[in-house]
């Protein structure tokens, strides 16, 4: 009885790490992005700084998916999201351009 218990605990536990569901482009940024694009870190644009932005946007979102992927600079590869898939990079990206703090 108690055995079971403690096995349904545990599967309950590791269900979001299996699940592996999506995070919204402001769950990631908030977790990861944050650390440089909040306070400029390195030279990173800040996030909602339209002005700083401007000339990165300019080269298209799949650029920006790419370099952010890679990496650029000071910024290591995928922004230290290491298991990000590509949609939440996006998401993560479109929330660092466009929202205001
Ligand atoms: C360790 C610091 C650091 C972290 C963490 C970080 N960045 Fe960056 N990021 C930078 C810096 C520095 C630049 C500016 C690089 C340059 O162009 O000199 C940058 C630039 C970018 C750019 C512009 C790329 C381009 O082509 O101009 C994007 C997009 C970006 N970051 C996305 C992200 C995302 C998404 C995350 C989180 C998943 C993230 N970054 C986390 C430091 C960081």
Redesign the pocket.
């Known amino acids: 009885m108690k055995k079971a218990l403690i096995l349904a605990a545990t599967a309950a536990l590791m269900l979001p790490v299996t699940a592996n569901a999506e995070r919204s482009g402001e769950e ?2 908030k977790s ?2 944050f ?3 909040d306070f400029g ?5 800040k996030k909602g700084d339209t002005a700083a932005w401007a000339p ?1 946007v300019a ?1 298209g979102a799949d ?6 992927t890679s990496g ?5 590869p ?4 290491m298991d ?1 898939t590509a949609t939440e ?1 996006t998401a ?2 479109e929330h ?1 351009i466009g929202g205001a703090k």
């Open positions: 990631v940024y990861k992005c650390v440089c694009h870190i390195a030279g990173a644009p990165r080269k650029a920006l998916l790419a370099t952010a650029i600079a000071a910024m290591p995928k922004g230290t999201c990000c990079l993560a990206i660092m």
